[in-house]
């Protein structure tokens, strides 16, 4: 009987019988070496990327200026100093004229600049405005303080008011009575049924 | 203080150079086992040594919870058979190389002797390569270093039983091919 086929394993035995090499304890200790240097040399420069993205970002959120985002439908709030003008959107809001006096034709902007009495004012409605807007308001109030522009006196909007005296005594509303006619109810008349009502 | 720092340092030094030192152990107690597994697989001494050297550095990696010998010496046939899995199967891609070691006579015989030999190595090994993993890796190592059923079943982490009846059945196998 063939021997190979009575115990394949004996043969598997002799196939197997091989040795390391006399270097392979040395070789293994050297990639162990390689494989830690390695390994710390990932970590450094792990390390030196993540604190050089955290420094990046510090200084980038100190040197770029803080800005809130602007949006199409943002409105600004405008305190009641900026002239107001009326706004189709808010019909209730009055014109208030600004605090400077339109300079007159022929008169300097030096005395446009003179300092006026400070009176006080009635508080005025707070408006909103597009934050455009509100900025070109701005510079316009500011153009007309300095004189750089000027508008002829008869631009400027009146309002009407009604005539006659405004101090005079207000008269009393006369509020006519309602009368209305008693209800007569005829006892001959059919009594109407829930159905027939509707 | 300073002598708890000093004590704790020594500790550390102490368990690094434990573990260094019985790494050492380890490495030349298993490199033949790892190295006759390898090649059971990759069939080339060279690819053999270098997944065996690749699964003890990764051992090394792991070594606080290898410590144990029975248990180092299963985790590294484990890992080395799965690295000599993935190496052939380069090695395929590659173009196959295997070696024409795998002689079951000493080389230095007459040429006929060496050429019966190959001829016989040559389909052993196919007829072991068509086993299935589980039947391949039981008869592989019961090959090496004289490994019992016991042996076997401690290294797969498997029961004995299973290694008694996946033995039988391969060697059954094994006839049946080899007829």
């Known amino acids: 009987m063939n021997e190979e086929i009575d115990d394949p394993l004996a043969d598997l035995v002799t196939a197997l019988s091989i040795e390391p090499s006399p270097e392979f304890a040395v070789n293994v200790r050297s990639r162990i070496e390689r494989a830690a240097n390695t390994r710390i040399r990932w970590w450094v420069v792990r ?25 199409p439908g943002q409105m600004a709030s405008i305190a009641s100093t900026t002239p107001v003008l009326p706004d189709a959107l808010s019909p209730a809001v009055l014109w208030a004229p600004p605090a400077v006096s339109p300079p007159v034709a022929g008169q300097s902007a030096d005395h446009v600049r003179q300092p006026q009495p400070v009176r006080p004012r009635a508080p005025q409605p707070e408006v909103l405005v597009p934050p455009g807007q509100a900025l070109a308001l701005q510079r316009l109030a500011l153009a ?40 007569v109810i005829d006892p ?7 159905d027939q009502e509707r | 203080m300073n002598e708890q720092v000093g004590r704790l340092a020594g500790h550390l030094v102490s368990e690094s150079d434990d573990l260094a030192r019985e790494f050492e152990m380890r490495l030349a107690d298993s490199a ?29 990696r792991a070594f606080r919870q290898l410590r144990d010998r029975h248990r180092f010496r299963a985790w590294l046939v484990r890992m080395t058979w799965r690295l000599a899995l993935d190496s052939k199967r380069g090695a395929r891609r590659r173009g196959a190389r295997e070696d024409s070691v795998a002689r079951l006579a000493p080389r230095f015989g ?23 993993d589980k039947l391949r890796v039981v008869v592989v190592l019961a090959a090496i270093d004289g490994h019992g059923t016991r042996d076997v079943a401690s290294l ?17 196998r094994l006839r049946e091919l080899l007829q």
């Open chain 1, 47 to 71: 390390t030196t990327a993540l604190a050089a993205v955290a420094v990046a970002a510090v200084v980038l959120r100190w040197t770029m200026p803080v800005s809130a985002p602007e949006r």
């Open chain 1, 144 to 183: 007309l303080q300095d004189g750089r522009v000027t508008i002829p006196a008869d631009a400027w909007p009146t309002i009407d008011t009604p005539a006659g005296d405004a101090d005079a005594p207000l008269k009393p509303i006369e509020i006519v009575p309602v009368r209305l006619d008693p209800i």
């Open chain 1, 188 to 194: 001959q008349a059919p009594e109407a049924t829930p």
């Open chain 2, 32 to 60: 033949r086992l790892a190295v006759r597994v390898a090649y059971s697989v990759v069939r080339n001494q060279s690819d053999a040594e270098d997944v065996a050297q690749e699964a003890f550095v990764r051992a090394h």
């Open chain 2, 110 to 132: 007459n040429a006929e002797t060496e050429l019966l030999a190959n001829d016989r190595a040559a389909r052993l090994w196919s007829a072991i390569d068509t086993l299935p």
């Open chain 2, 156 to 172: 797969l982490a498997i029961p004995e039983g299973t290694v008694k009846s996946r033995l039988f059945e391969a060697r059954q």
